[in-house]
């Protein structure tokens, strides 16, 4: 039974697309978490601070590949005949990935003379998860089928490849209007471990061929590693649950393994109504240095069956000491080895940017000229935004359109395409009502009247204290 | 009035996120989840040629060896599997006929199971070539998974007497095929 959950775990891990995408979010200047995706960003308040844990909960599912409503449908088709549909469909780079952001504080005040207050400094401390795996498919294919079928395909270790993270990140950014065209923006990060687990660098192979003396020979050629940082020590069961919290506290608040990263962005406008920015998230690392754990299995070993040597002509070793032999061997390479020894996990690398066109201003009642102060109503973009995963660079573009519908309220509509899915809208609104401001933003909208054929979902909402620009 | 239109607007409510956002879809399918991997691996093998059978001037007609195996000890083995087969592959070209015997034993060398593989001679010596499949299942199968130990017994059978320059050999390849039903 519990293989059996496991492998169905197995399948889904390979389900599901963009974790770290908030392609709403970016560039709504009045959220002021915006700015924690483009430190660059031309800022309009005079400071902010979000109420404690709701400023920010951001939380995200998603799927490449198939969908759970594939694979789970009450469609009367055979379970397991659906599972090696799905099995043989997707492939080794189809991952599942899930990602949560809570803000736990955040806030910002602007700096200058008071003619000109050109500077921002924000700050906040964050926490986050994220988790990718790829679908192991070599692996679900031998427990599928076995080797029988598979006689000199060579099962790839390689197709192991995950990693989950919770980390808390204290951050402090710097922003500045250079003059009115340019804005530029950097941010420093602190990031502490509270788990991590990975195994992204695991190689060789299992094949069985025809063998020269007997019927087959086996390869094995096995090279596997999981880290862990953070995990080894709740799993030791002296640890009581007191005891266990306390320490998840002291490693929330920078008492685990750390790391240092950066963001950096700009915002760039080619004439009044053109502008661009761009930006780049957690180029950083972490070092992980505190209850660590390292499982590998390492070694190579050639089988091509036993010689029980008849007429004992060979050796001079019965058919038991030999077999012995070979089982040491077998248990030598299958034995789980473990280190504590540090290493070192990059933080996954986001770059965002995008061309935006604003137009139409406001038309004043009394008059047929337009509002002089209140900018431009509507705006419309393009959007990129890329992820550095194990595998490779996972890509997204976003067309929008923007419209502050009255003073206060704003919304913002996308449209997003990524390597699997050309119909994802996505919706976001931010209202402000006595300097506070409250936003919910949602994508994959068309997914929500099948929630489980959704092969990604994505929710965002906070809610601010902002204090006004008065010029 | 006022009452019954909040419980309309409330049933609607219902239904729609009831409805409106899913499909029928059974998780309980999962239960249905059944792997049957099939895992071939190589098993005995040896040749020997003619003259390996006359040893120190007379002829040894009869070679025995055993290991002691812990293929079966595992829970896992022990729950899923279901059927094992044994597939032999003989050539022969020795003038003289040969019976393998395979003992299956338990730690207190109780027989459990057994069976033979058998080789015709080959007069001409030419290479005969011939498969031999046994296969277990059930409480034959049961009995089996119990054992500890094999035991091999090579008996050359009776037939033209052998020397030092009698012709031929005699080799043996075989696999286990081994059926798995985990559930």
Known sequence: MRSQQLFILMVFLASFSFGQNKQVLYGFSEVPQSLLLNPGMQIDNKGYFGISLLSHVHVNG????????????????????????????????????????????SGGFALGP?????????????????????????????????????????FLLEHLNFSANVVSVLHIGYNKRVNSKFTYGVRGKIYSNVADISSNANSGRFITLQGDNNIYKHFFDLNLEVKTSGID?????????????????????????????IDLGFTYH????????????????????????????????????????????????????????????????????????????????KFNSSLNYAFGKKKLKDCDCSAEDDGYLN????????????????????????RRIFSGFSAKATYTVDTYSFSNIGLGVSANIFGLNLYLMADN???????????????QLGLNYIFKNEN | MMVTRTK???????????????????????????????????????????SDFFVGGSEQSTAEDFVEIDLFGGSFIQDNLVRVEFVFEIENSIN?????????????????????????????????????????????????????IIAFTLVMQPGEAINQDTPGEISVKSKGVFSLNID
């Open chain 1, 62 to 105: 998603s799927s490449s590949g198939i969908s759970l409503y594939d694979l789970f449908a009450e469609d009367g088709r055979d379970f397991n005949l659906k599972l090696r549909n799905t099995v043989n469909t997707l492939r080794p780079t189809d991952f599942l990935t899930a990602t949560q952001q809570l803000e736990i504080i």
């Open chain 1, 445 to 459: 909208l068309l997914a929500y009247r099948n929630i489980y054929d959704a092969q990604h979902v994505s929710l």
């Open chain 1, 379 to 402: 705006r419309i973009g393009a959007q990129l935004y890329a992820i550095k995963r194990p595998k490779g660079l996972q890509a997204a573009l976003t067309a929008y359109y923007y």
């Open chain 1, 233 to 261: 020590g709740f799993l030791d069961d002296n640890t009581d649950s007191q005891e266990a919290i306390k320490d998840l506290r002291r490693r929330l608040l920078f008492g685990g393994s750390l790391g240092v990263g």
């Open chain 2, 96 to 148: 003289r006929a040969y019976q393998l015997r395979l003992n299956f034993l338990d730690e207190n060398n109780q027989l459990l199971e057994s069976f033979n593989v058998n080789t015709d001679a080959s007069p001409n010596n030419e290479v005969i070539a011939s498969t031999h499949m046994e296969v277990f299942e059930g409480d034959a199968l049961e009995r089996l998974k119990q054992s500890r």
């Open chain 1, 114 to 154: 008071s003619y000109d207050k050109n500077e921002y400094l924000s700050f906040g401390l964050y926490q986050e998860f994220d988790a990718i795996s790829y679908f192991p498919k070599d692996y679900a294919i031998l427990a599928l089928e076995g080797n029988q079928r598979n006689i000199g395909r060579p």
């Open chain 1, 270 to 349: 080619i004439t009044d109504q053109w502008f661009v920015d761009a930006s780049i998230l957690d180029v950083g690392f972490i070092t992980h240095s505190k209850d660590i754990k390292r499982y590998q299995v390492k070694g190579d070993l050639e089988f091509e069956g036993i010689d029980p040597i008849f007429p004992e002509n060979n050796d001079n070793l019965t058919a038991d000491e030999y077999w012995s032999q070979i089982e040491e061997d077998f248990e030598e390479i299958f034995t789980l080895d473990s280190t504590t020894s540090r290493y070192t996990t990059s933080r996954p690398v």
């Open chain 2, 8 to 50: 309309y607007l409330y049933l609607a409510l219902v239904t729609l996120l009831v409805c409106g956002c899913t499909k029928p879809i059974d998780f309980d399918q999962a239960n249905d989840l059944v792997l049957q991997p099939v895992i071939e691996s190589s098993l005995i093998f040896y040749s020997a040629s003619a």
